[in-house]
């Protein structure tokens, strides 16, 4: 079955504009979460949604915002871009039963630039 | 609060040798989760394996072997007669029960040389 899909894979931006990125579950999978990965703070915790309600954010500034829709597809959005906001943004989906105890099925990721 | 150290930043190993990963976790619940995922350089995180606080057995997959002490705190896995495909950044992670976070550890980089 076709797995996580992440739309864009890369791009670039400049300080102050704002980027969506876009995330396409397992067919089934009701559960998606965000991560971020950058090389100083390794993997940390964006939000979780599940059938359409945030059930979990992570420790970030108010510019970073996500919402996910009636066919489980989620996006995040990123405000006012700043230069640490460079990284991998990584999407993840499940089953729904609390991801926590299940397997996370990953996304390639969608590498964004800040300049 | 939860915690998870993989002390070893790089490892590089020859192949056909065996290798270790560490990993060492913090939490005060007495039930939670751990995982192995292999981040191979497409990016994508692919699940290697989930063992519950309750089940202390270790486990093998062919190669692929994990080592949970719950009286360290640790959840080490062994690669035997590692191969290049292995080359990856592996991470140890973390979750209680009813939430829906992984906890990752930093990750160790294992490149395995022809």
């Known amino acids: 079955k076709a797995g996580v899909t992440q739309t864009p894979r890369y791009l670039i931006k400049t300080r102050g504009q704002q980027v969506t990125l876009s995330c396409s579950p397992i067919?089934?999978?009701?559960?998606v979460s965000w991560y971020q990965q950058t090389p100083g703070q390794g993997l940390q915790f964006l939000f979780e949604?599940?059938?359409?309600?945030?059930?979990n954010k992570g420790n970030f500034p108010g510019r970073f915002s996500g919402r996910q829709f009636s066919n489980s597809r989620s996006e995040m959005n990123v405000s006012t871009l700043e230069l640490g906001d460079s990284a991998l943004y990584l999407c993840?989906?499940?089953?729904?039963?609390?991801?926590?105890?299940?397997?996370?099925?990953f996304g390639e990721g969608s590498r964004l630039t800040v300049l | 609060a939860q915690k998870v150290t993989q002390a070893q930043t790089e490892i590089s190993v020859v192949e056909k040798e065996d290798v270790t990963l560490d990993c060492v976790y913090e939490?005060?619940?007495?039930?939670?989760?751990l995982f192995w995922y292999k981040q191979p350089p497409s990016g994508e995180l692919v699940f290697l394996i989930r063992r519950n606080s309750f089940d202390e057995q270790n486990e093998i997959s062919g190669r692929y072997s994990w080592n949970f002490q719950k009286s360290t705190s640790s959840f080490n896995f062994t690669i035997t007669a590692s191969q290049v495909v292995d080359s990856a950044v592996y991470f140890c992670a973390l979750s209680e029960p009813l939430q829906s976070t992984l906890t990752f550890g930093k990750g160790t980089m294992l490149l395995v040389s022809p």
């Open positions: 949604y599940f059938s359409e309600t945030q059930r």
């Open positions: 067919s089934g999978h009701r559960s």
């Open positions: 993840a989906s499940s089953r729904g039963d609390r991801a926590g105890t299940g397997e996370l099925f």
């Open positions: 939490t005060r619940d007495t039930t939670y989760y």
